[in-house]
RNA sequence: GUGGGCGUAGCUCAGCAGGUUAGAGCAUCUGGUUGUGGCCCAGAAGGCCGUGGGUUCAAGUCCCAUCGCUCACCCCA
């Protein structure tokens, strides 16, 4: 094929796809709406600033992900690679703090990352998300917990694993990361390359590494929970007693660091097993740091992604397929006159809100039939010259077969009776 | 950035150890029914065999390059 192609890692929502798509979306308006969160939309873009302060970097996102560019003034500017720094952004632009002491936004958008593709992985790429800002007690991190866990279980996902863990404050992320580095330390010459340079600039995630004798050390590193202030300790023992009283299952997982900077405390993922490599279809934590960073007075929050089109993978995986819609009514126009007629009455019938079509291409009655077949009629209206001189048209129930006449100013009636 | 797999009709794929006009199923259109669908039958239309080069009397098939898709590593939604 020599015609041009969407870029690597984009994809278009084709029609077959997008009513899964508007199905989800307004699943998800459903459910922040019950739980009391107001959608918030960002731009598509922002300084690249924004997220060199906010995500960090010297995360792999910031530094080597994003899709920069110089606009015409010179600034430079950056498709959003994640969503929760530019909503942070909006809610210090605007003071969204001035009209509530807890502010609680949701958002379904899109976010592009230059990595190469894979299942589940592309350059743009959807979440849906909430944000809860200003509160630093634990019940709001069980509720962000239950919105991303129970909407899940709406949108039909099972066999769902949550993986919890917490990261302490800063305080207590100083002293662990020295300790960490303390034992790192007489293995340094055993450490991949990548682990040798997060040594200096980011040692938790050494914590992640994949690769099988690092794994081995890493086993008997200290662990972050041992470092947790007495403060950090009862919070996080709070959001699990909380857990278990409303029966969210989750495991614990002192590995689970996560890849941005910002997080603090809670920490939090969710697996499916339906997805391949890329298995997780969530990932969220606190961040109490996050807005005194980007400028704002010291504020909690918290919040968490998931990955629109992982769910709908999941959701492929268990079986999950659109509810189709079908056409209430076909025209079949057998001659010039009967195809005039009809399109004067297909105009009367939508505007009834009846669901119609008709045939556009002049094909034959065999192809028009099938046609309403195809789109799942259930009537059909024939209309020719013959019709037209007695002042009626065909009406057919597909399903029974039985046809009859009727007068084009009974058919509203009758359809929607 | 690294590695594996795959590029043949609109879609899913065959194509036997290189050998005449490149096939099937589904979908599409037309007809079998001078104006009645789904099933069935018949026919038609639809292919720079991803692209470029090479080997050969001969390449969809072998070799090289290149582009694209895909999966995985890394990391993440």
Redesign the pocket.
Known sequence: ??TL??I??T?DILPEQSRRWQSLEQNIHNFMERYGYAEIRTPAFERTELFARGVGSE???VSKEMYSFRDMSDTSVTLKP?LTAPVIRSYLQHNLGRITPLTKLYYIDHAF?Q????????RQ?H?YGVEALGSPHPEIDLEIIAIAYFSLLELGLENLTIKLNSIGSSECRTAFREALKDFLRPHLNDLSE?SRRRFDTNPM?IL????PHEAEIVKSAPIIAEYLTSADRAHYEELKSGLKSLSIPFEEDSNLV???DYYTRTTF?IISPAL????????GGRYDGLIETLGGKPTPGIGF???I??VLLAQDAAGIIANPQNTKIYLIS?DDPGRAANLVLISQLRNAGIKSDMDY?R?????Q??????LGAEFVI?N????IKAGTV?I?D????E?SAIAPADLISHLLK
């Open positions: 094929m020599n192609r969407s690597k890692g994809h995360t792999d996102i994640e990352r990595e190469r593709p894979q299942k589940g992985r592309y790429f979440q990548t995630r992640d590494t994949k690769v996560r890849g941005l993922e391949g490599a890329q298995s997780s279809v969530c990932g992604a998931t990955g089109e992982r057998l291409l094909r034959s009655m065999k192809a039939f099938r046609e309403a077949n195809r024939i020719g010259n013959t019709e065909q057919k597909l399903n029974t077969g046809q």
